[in-house]
């Protein structure tokens, strides 16, 4: 019998007013130099962290706060890629199986599509397993559609044999 499980995954982060010296936008893994970055304790890889959420919720193992909590030094200026490697491998110590993460990135800029197959690459080989990312807009609507930020929502699929 095959155990299968869903998870939903969100994150949003908002755009820095001034950059910080040496930080860059990072989106799936992807650095963007010379876009406007992101406010987050980590790199605040939007996709990277509502694909990690996904996938632990789909365990039952909480949020991503809980297990990496921005009050943790440890964490600061942390690569999300990491983040997400931790996961992968906290679920497969527990026997599940990664079958695939699916992303929305929610952003006025910059442009995903021309950065996708880079993306799909890194997350997916950071979580051992298919991720896939899609680009929307929010058309002008609410403070993502005026670019005061990036929200990202995902969804999981993993599976055990019991």
């Excluded at 199986?97 to 952003?107: A, E, K, L, P, Q």
Aim: aromatic share 4%; charged share 20%.
């Amino acid at each position: 019998m095959v155990d299968i499980r869903v998870g939903q995954g969100f994150d949003v982060h908002r755009f820095a007013e001034t950059t910080e010296p040496g930080r860059v936008l990072v989106l799936g893994g992807v650095t963007f130099p010379g876009e406007r970055t992101l406010v987050g304790h980590s790199d605040a890889d939007v996709i990277a962290h509502a694909a990690a959420d996904a996938l632990l919720g789909a365990a039952g193992l909480g949020d991503i706060g809980q297990h990496y909590p921005d009050t943790d030094p440890a964490w600061k200026g942390a690569d999300s890629l990491a983040i997400l490697r931790d996961v992968a491998s906290k679920l497969s110590v527990l026997g599940w199986r990664i079958g695939n993460v699916d992303c929305s990135v929610v952003c006025e800029e910059p442009r995903i599509a021309p950065h996708r197959d880079a993306m799909i690459a890194l997350l997916s080989a950071a979580a051992g397993a298919p991720i896939s990312v899609k680009g929307r807009r929010a058309e002008g609507l609410g403070s993502i559609g005026r670019g005061e930020g990036i929200a990202c929502f995902a969804s999981a699929l993993i599976m055990k044999e019991s």
